[in-house]
């Protein structure tokens, strides 16, 4: 649902306003323009570097442009955008010789200050999710799916609603995840706002481990922090008859039990509204948590970073009472952390060794996504070196 918040701006000589959406938690602008397609895609920058934000009332296809026009400017600054605001400019280039935390937290900044900046186009969407500009395409559907019904007019950033329709593409065409017994490609729907299954070598670490004998006497699994059900769908398709899923966030159960629903499991896997761990034991506890300990900026980051490795902790300082004797906790963690200076393999072992628990086997691979090979990137050097394990955990002897 949208939050009652309000944003306010001048036109026609009074005072108007509107509810303000923004799933990064950004607080609304206290400074609007209004802008149309006579606005220059410099004179659009300046302002953003300025901290105002443009509330658009041309063509939606030329807010698009211009908005692209923005992103070249931060990227890549001309002089002239430089000479406007240099305060502003997002690094490209960073000494390979400064930490490796160092070059991550830069690499964040620069980050925010470009999202900042690209954010500063706005768009107002109608109670019934429309947009009343020439050329708007029909986000009524994609916005009712992130958003759920409002009763009032609002106001986004048009790279957030951007966003939104991808992501409602997404859920629409499915992400192939697996083939079935027959060959036949399995796809998973990921909801606005849920982590969207695309690095697949985790995908097939889940799908090769060995699953661990005492499933024959207890055919029960855990999916700990379900997001799209993908894990606990792999599971079911490889013969665990009874899989309890658990999440906290109620668009990833909503993403889950659809995902699950569509492929005919609900009568193998159960989704619950749970932190962490359900009541009882289980043969096998499956979790991926967010790979690198530092704070998200928005809510749709929290699959992605984990504050102080809290849901990393929480898992492994629960995992022996929820095993069965002779059972395994799989744990799908990059060391991406460890690439960036963020946590070490040290730290890590001994939070496994202080849960009363050891390591039975370890089955890594590498990333095949595309950043692996960005050399421009800041962090290349940390993503080319990074391994993605699947860590078989039993109980101590």
């Given at each position: 649902?949208?939050?009652?918040?309000?944003?306010?701006?001048e036109?026609g000589?009074?005072?108007?306003?509107?509810?303000?959406?923004?799933?990064?938690?950004?607080?609304?602008?206290?400074?609007?323009?209004?802008?149309?397609?006579?606005?220059?895609?410099d004179?659009?920058y300046?302002?953003?570097?300025?901290?105002?934000?443009?509330?658009?009332?041309g063509?939606?296809?030329?807010?698009?442009?211009?908005?692209?026009?923005?992103?070249?400017?931060?990227?890549?600054?001309?002089?002239?955008?430089?000479?406007?605001?240099?305060?502003?400019?997002?690094p490209?280039?960073?000494?390979?010789?400064?930490?490796?935390v160092?070059?991550?937290n830069?690499h964040?900044l620069?980050?925010?200050?470009?999202?900042?900046?690209?954010?500063?186009?706005?768009?107002?969407?109608?109670?019934?999710?429309?947009?009343?500009?020439?050329?708007?395409?029909?986000?009524?559907t994609?916005?009712?799916?992130?958003?759920?019904?409002?009763s009032?007019?609002?106001?986004?950033?048009?790279r957030?609603?951007?966003?939104v329709?991808?992501?409602?593409?997404?859920?629409?065409?499915?992400?192939p995840?697996?083939?079935?017994?027959?060959?036949?490609a399995?796809?998973?729907?990921?909801?606005y706002?849920?982590?969207s299954?695309i690095r697949?070598?985790?995908?097939e670490?889940?799908?090769?481990a060995?699953?661990?004998k005492t499933l024959?006497?207890?055919?029960?699994?855990?999916?700990?922090?379900v997001?799209?059900?993908?894990?606990?769908?792999?599971?079911a398709?490889?013969?665990?008859?009874?899989?309890?899923?658990?999440?906290?966030?109620?668009?990833?159960?909503?993403?889950a039990?659809?995902?699950?629903?569509?492929?005919?499991?609900?009568?193998?896997?159960?989704?619950?509204?749970a932190?962490?761990f359900?009541?009882?034991?289980?043969a096998?506890?499956?979790c991926n948590?967010?790979?690198?300990?530092?704070?998200?900026?928005?809510t749709?980051?929290?699959?992605?970073y984990?504050?102080?490795?809290q849901?990393?902790?929480?898992?492994?300082?629960?995992?022996?009472?929820?095993l069965?004797?002779?059972?395994?906790?799989?744990?799908?963690?990059s060391?991406l952390?460890?690439?960036?200076?963020?946590?070490?393999?040290?730290?890590?072992?001994?939070?496994?060794?202080?849960a009363g628990?050891?390591?039975?086997?370890?089955i890594d691979?590498?990333?095949k996504?595309?950043?692996?090979?960005?050399?421009?990137?800041s962090?290349?050097?940390?993503?080319?070196?990074e391994?993605?394990s699947?860590?078989?955990?039993?109980?101590?002897?």
């Open positions: 649902m949208i939050k009652a918040s309000s944003i306010h701006w036109e000589g009074q005072t108007h306003s509107a509810i303000w959406h923004s799933e990064n938690g950004i607080a609304p602008h206290k400074k609007v323009v209004l802008a149309d397609d006579t606005m220059t895609a004179d659009a300046r302002l953003a570097c300025e901290g105002s934000a443009i509330l658009w009332r063509d939606f296809q030329n807010a698009r442009q211009l908005l692209q026009a923005l992103v070249r400017r931060v990227d890549r600054p001309s002089k002239k955008s430089r000479r406007a605001n240099k305060r502003v400019a997002v490209s280039d960073v000494s390979q010789a400064q930490a490796p160092d070059l991550f830069k964040r620069s980050q925010s200050q470009r999202a900042r900046i690209l954010g500063m186009v706005l768009i107002r969407c109608n109670a019934d999710h429309s947009i009343s500009l020439r050329r708007a395409p029909d986000v009524s994609a916005c009712l799916e992130a958003y759920g019904p409002v009032a007019p609002y106001v986004i950033s048009l957030e609603l951007l966003g329709i991808s992501a409602y593409e997404w859920r629409k065409n499915g992400v995840v697996l083939a079935d017994s027959e060959g036949e399995i796809f998973i729907y990921p909801h706002g849920v982590f299954p697949g070598e985790y995908l670490l889940v799908c090769s060995p699953l661990p024959d006497l207890q055919s029960l699994a855990f999916d700990i922090g997001g799209t059900g993908v894990l606990s769908v792999i599971l398709m490889r013969g665990v008859k009874h899989i309890i899923a658990t999440d906290q966030d109620d668009r990833a159960l909503a993403c039990i659809e995902n699950i629903d569509r492929l005919n499991l609900t009568s193998q896997i159960q989704v619950l509204k932190n962490l359900p009541q009882d034991r289980a096998l506890i499956v948590p967010p790979w690198l300990p530092a704070r998200p900026s928005s749709l980051e929290h699959a992605i984990d504050p102080d490795s849901m990393l902790k929480g898992f492994l300082a629960g995992l022996k009472s929820h069965l004797d002779q059972g395994e906790g799989w744990l799908i963690l060391d952390a460890e690439h960036l200076g963020l946590r070490t393999r040290k730290e890590l072992l001994s939070w496994i060794e202080q628990l050891m390591v039975l086997d370890r691979t590498k990333p996504h595309h950043k692996v090979y960005e050399q421009t990137d962090l290349h050097f940390a993503r080319a070196a391994v993605t699947l860590w078989r955990l039993g109980i101590q002897n």
